[in-house]
């Protein structure tokens, strides 16, 4: 989460209420995916380290030890003196996108677990949980780099992107700052129908979400592909009473309220399948495997 006003103001916070009933049951009738169990969660949690190069390196072994394929798997360098954005792809049936990201960076005071190893390390698992079985999108997992820094990585990323390879990408999906609490999403700056999509899936999964939107205090990666027109939405945990934490010496491990953290990551894999079978028009099948 980059926090760029050095006055914290209040957060807007919402209640979100949404009822899909009976069509959220049936629409996730047919999402199938896997869930790794909550110990793996938490030790994934705990690999952290206090050296971003470690984290790039550590969610670049988790990638491969999720069944990320090493032709699958790249590093995408932005300078030399930052640790290089990790991709890992997960091949669809069709070349249609949804692209999935984390920061790996953190501020240098406190441990930055909250802000961000909770969503970077939950990249790999996502990863897992899709593996399922076959989907027709194809999945682009992206650690980005020096998010604290500007949104540095994602910026880059997204600027390196053709027109025609944005033009294909049907969603961005950012997890900032997980584990604080029950799940949020930032509404105000999400595609509209990705946030019906998670208020489908939630619902289906009976599994909490709110919104509280952050625009007067912070941003995050998803705006870097907001301003190319992609599809966003933002994931995260920040409520006005848990905001003091970021960037502070109380970003640690202590923050996280695990059964709130597993929470998220359920819900999080079952949106994105749910995301994959609602999302754009997925039409030409792949040619090349
Ligand atoms: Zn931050």
Request: charged residues 20%.
């Amino acid at each position: 989460m980059l926090c760029p006003f050095k006055f914290r103001r209040t957060l807007i916070a919402v209640v979100f209420s949404v009822s899909f009933g009976l069509f959220a049951t049936s629409a996730l009738a047919q999402i199938e995916f896997r869930t790794l169990k909550p110990d793996e969660i938490q030790a994934r949690l705990q690999s952290f380290s206090e050296n971003n190069d470690e984290r790039e390196a550590t969610i670049k072994r988790l990638f491969v030890a999720s069944g990320c394929k090493p032709d699958h798997l790249t590093e995408q360098w932005v300078t030399k003196k930052l640790p290089p954005n990790v991709i890992c792809i997960l091949p669809g049936e069709t070349d249609r996108i949804i692209l999935v990201g984390a920061h790996t960076d953190h501020v240098e005071v406190g441990d930055g677990v909250v802000d961000n190893w909770s969503g970077a390390s939950l990249l790999p698992s996502l990863l897992y949980s899709l593996s399922a079985k076959p989907r027709q999108h194809t999945f682009v997992f992206v650690g980005f780099t020096a998010e604290e820094e500007g949104m540095v990585g994602s910026e880059f990323y997204v600027a390196k992107l053709t027109k025609q390879q944005r033009s294909i990408m049907d969603g961005m999906v950012n997890l900032d700052t997980l584990g604080l609490g029950p799940t949020k999403v930032w509404a105000s700056h999400a595609d509209k129908p990705m946030l019906e999509a998670l208020a489908r899936a939630a619902d289906g999964m009976q599994l909490s979400i709110g919104a509280v939107n952050f625009e007067q205090v912070g941003t995050t990666d998803s705006e870097s592909f907001a301003r190319f027109r992609i599809p966003r939405i933002t994931i995260h945990t920040i409520t006005q009473q848990t905001w003091p934490i970021l960037h502070s010496k109380k970003d640690t491990l202590k923050a996280i309220r695990i059964d709130d953290y597993y929470a998220s990551y359920r819900l999080l894999a079952g949106y994105l399948a749910l995301l994959d079978s609602s999302l754009g028009q997925p039409a030409a099948p792949r040619k090349d495997h």
